[in-house]
């Protein structure tokens, strides 16, 4: 998803169009496909440069999508705000990307040191009185006898 925002930007700030609704979706799906082709690769953590070559090619593909589907044709002199608002997004694509893996770091190095913290502050159950009180009502008698001894039937004197 920030890939394609950031490729969406780039593009309009290179130039381009906005893209459209069938654009961004078709971005968004360029791009997730992207994500997840770089995320199937085994190992869990890539190198600065192979991030960048990740955006660069997420990029390019968005790029492609979207002059593509927005019928945007580069005319012959290029003045080169597209190539640069596109190496400026994968710049920026890598910083956020770095940002977000160190403050995931730092959120959980602080977890793994306040939860076990948290743990060890266990109540004393001989000190400890239920937060709900008990009542024991002795049982009311009946108004209407329904064990099943006597007649069934009318009165008598009916």
């Known amino acids: 998803m920030l890939s394609a925002?950031?490729?969406?930007?780039?593009?309009a700030a290179g130039g381009g169009s906005v893209p459209s609704e069938a654009a961004?979706?078709?971005l968004l799906t360029v791009c997730s496909a992207m994500g997840f082709a770089v995320t199937a690769i085994p190992g869990r953590r890539f190198a600065r440069t192979w991030l960048m070559v990740a955006l660069a090619t997420a990029q390019g593909l968005g790029h492609l999508m979207l002059s593509a589907a927005d019928c945007h044709q580069h005319g012959v002199?290029?003045?080169g705000r597209m190539l640069g608002a596109h190496v400026l997004a994968v710049i920026v694509g890598a910083c956020l990307i770095h940002r977000a893996e160190r403050?995931?770091?730092?959120?959980v190095s602080t977890?793994?040191?306040v939860?076990?913290?948290l743990a060890t502050l266990v109540v004393d159950r001989a000190k400890s009185v239920s937060a709900v009180a008990v009542l024991r009502v002795?049982?009311?008698p009946r108004l209407v006898d329904?064990?099943?001894?006597g007649r069934r039937g009318p009165p008598v004197f009916a």
């Open 24 to 26: 961004a979706l078709l």
């Open 146 to 149: 329904l064990s099943g001894w």
């Open 77 to 79: 002199p290029t003045d």
């Open 115 to 117: 939860l076990p913290r």
């Open 103 to 107: 403050g995931v770091r730092w959120a």
């Open 111 to 113: 977890l793994r040191r």
């Open 5 to 11: 925002g950031v490729t969406a930007v780039a593009h």
């Open 138 to 140: 002795a049982p009311r």
